[in-house]
Nanobody, 125 residues
Framework: QVQLVESGGGLVEPGGSLRLICEIS????????TGWFRQAPGKEREIVSC????????FYTDSVKGRFTISRDSARNTVYLQMNTLKQEDTATYYC??????????????????WGQGTQVTVSS
């Protein structure tokens, strides 16, 4: 089973930036759609952003459009989430996922989705 390891979370002030990193264990990751989800305390997990295996199709939830950018580096088996202009409501544990269903309008996990352990992002002054 593919393994994913997230890093890059931390404490940042409102308006600041962070870059989350997801390292994926298998070279066959090249064929996977991947994405980032988040879960805040007391709330359900929600989708943040996804990218398809080609890198040509991306999805962003409305609340992060224009602020977050997802990208992938095939040579490094790595997916990034650049988060700019962070807000307090972005505070959550962020999870990387591989093998998701993605279109320009949606991104959803499925029965084959693999998950990382999560990285905490706290936006606070």
């Amino acid at each position: 089973q593919v393994q994913l390891v997230e890093s890059g979370g931390g404490l940042v002030e409102p308006g600041g930036s962070l870059r989350l990193i997801c390292e994926i264990s298998e070279f066959s990751y090249l064929y996977y759609n991947t994405g980032w989800f988040r879960q805040a305390p007391g709330k359900e997990r929600e989708i943040v952003s996804c990218v398809d295996s080609s890198g040509a199709v991306t999805f962003y939830t409305d609340s992060v459009k224009g602020r977050f950018t997802i990208s992938r580096d095939s040579a490094r088996n790595t997916v990034y989430l650049q988060m700019n202009t962070l807000k307090q409501e972005d505070t959550a544990t962020y999870y990387c996922a591989a093998k998701v269903d993605v279109t320009t309008r949606s991104c959803d996990p499925n029965k084959d989705t693999s998950w990382g352990q999560g990285t905490q992002v706290t936006v606070s002054s």
